[in-house]
Structures are given as structure tokens and as C-alpha cells.
């Protein structure tokens, strides 16, 4: 099981990802988290706002874009998004030594509740050491 940043989850509802990570959403082993995926939403919805996110989606061919808003507006159901009604407790519960932000939290404690590893396109000395804390396996993957 794979826990994906935006950008990640971006490249995955284009279709533009490497075999290895193709093959993981296929079988249905891909997550993200709300905070990620209202961020791409919110990049691709938000025309004030130009941004890598939404940089790239204006970049890409018409049917890949139209398959990103598809995908936005209704995930594929080989993408998991778990609850915050699942994650909040195990968000609370997590010690690190350091005060965690919404998003390091959200994404740690959905790699906890899945057993799952993290893969993002920018690694955070947070989330590294929120990762390293936690003995979770946190990969970052050029695109």
C-alpha cells in the first residue's frame, strides 16, 4: 500500500506514471489523503491562483485534463481516501516529539492505519522526521 502527495495523485488521474506506480493503482493499492486531494482540487479549480499544480494540469493534453477533473469530482474507486472519522483518533495520538501540521498528520496516520508507505514528488523535514519517528518507508519520486 502506497499513501501519494498531490502531485503523485495528479500524475496518477493523467495516466502519467511510471509502470510500478500504474500497476499499485491499478490494484487498488494507492491512497491519498483529504488535505492532498482537496490541494490538486482546489489548483485546478482556483484561476487566481497559478501554481505547480496547477501549472501542470494546464500543461497537459485536453483528454488528460478532462480526466483529471473526471477524477477529481469523483475518485476513481482504485484510489482510497480514508475518513477523517478513522483518522482523526490515530491523528490525536501521534508523538513524535514535534507538533505535526494537518497534513503531515493526515498523511502519517493513513500510512499507520494501512501499514502503507509514502511516496511525494517534495519531501518536508517534517514529514521525514514525522517518517523516520514512525518507522514509516517515505520515498520521494522524481516526475
Not at 475518485?75 to 480514508?82: F, R, T
Not at 508523538?95 to 500510512?111: D, H, K, P, Q
Amino acid at each position: 500500500m502506497l499513501v501519494v502527495d498531490d502531485a503523485l495523485l495528479l500524475a496518477a488521474l493523467a495516466r502519467d506514471v511510471g509502470p510500478d506506480l500504474d500497476e499499485a493503482v491499478q490494484r487498488g493499492e494507492i491512497f491519498t489523503t483529504g488535505t492532498w486531494y482537496f490541494r490538486l482540487s482546489r489548483a485546478t479549480h482556483d484561476q487566481t491562483v497559478m501554481g505547480a499544480l496547477s501549472s501542470t494540469v494546464a500543461a497537459l493534453p485536453p483528454e488528460q485534463q478532462a480526466r483529471v477533473l473526471a477524477g477529481l469530482d469523483e475518485l476513481p474507486p482504485q484510489i482510497g481516501l480514508l475518513s477523517l472519522r478513522r483518522l482523526v483518533p490515530v491523528m490525536g495520538r501521534l508523538e513524535i516529539g514535534r507538533t505535526l501540521n494537518l497534513l503531515t498528520s493526515e498523511a502519517v496516520a493513513a500510512a499507520r492505519t494501512l501499514d502503507a508507505a509514502i511516496q511525494v514528488t517534495t519531501e518536508t523535514p517534517l514529514l521525514r522526521h514525522a517518517c523516520h519517528a514512525l518507522a514509516i518507508d517515505l520515498t520521494v519520486v522524481p516526475l
